[in-house]
């Protein structure tokens, strides 16, 4: 668990390299609330951009969905990549410079 980096000329993201092409069908987003003793915002809103060529991601499969409560993303339809960028487009209430945000799976 660790958090993620944020501020003026930061983009928040998670990347995945699966090395082949894969078929996603759920995304899971873990919310932690602290991460040991230190408190930190659940992300609330992603992005979901895809590539079959790493480092090259610019292919937008989803922008702006919730992540719900129990961390699952709504995906109506499979999407085939090897490469999968979260972009978190927004995160749970909370100073920036006392929460930073938190992603645990």
Do not use: C
């Given at each position: 668990?660790?958090?993620?980096?944020?501020?003026?000329?930061?983009?928040?993201?998670?990347?995945?390299?699966?090395?082949?092409?894969?078929?996603?069908n759920k995304?899971?987003?873990?919310?932690?609330?602290?991460?040991?003793?230190?408190?930190?915002?659940?992300?609330?809103?992603?992005s979901v951009?895809y590539s079959?060529?790493?480092?090259?991601?610019?292919?937008?499969?989803?922008?702006?969905?919730?992540?719900?409560?129990?961390?699952?993303?709504?995906?109506?339809?499979?999407?085939?990549?090897?490469?999968?960028?979260?972009?978190?487009?927004?995160?749970?209430?909370?100073?920036?410079?006392?929460?930073?945000?938190?992603?645990?799976?």
């Amino acid at each position: 668990m660790s958090a993620l980096r944020e501020g003026s000329g930061w983009e928040t993201y998670l990347e995945f390299d699966f090395r082949t092409v894969a078929r996603i069908n759920k995304i899971l987003v873990g919310r932690p609330t602290s991460i040991g003793s230190v408190p930190v915002r659940p992300a609330s809103r992603v992005s979901v951009m895809y590539s079959h060529v790493p480092g090259l991601v610019t292919s937008v499969f989803a922008s702006l969905v919730d992540v719900r409560e129990d961390g699952e993303i709504e995906v109506e339809q499979a999407l085939e990549a090897r490469v999968v960028r979260l972009v978190v487009e927004s995160a749970a209430a909370g100073a920036v410079d006392e929460a930073p945000i938190g992603v645990n799976k």
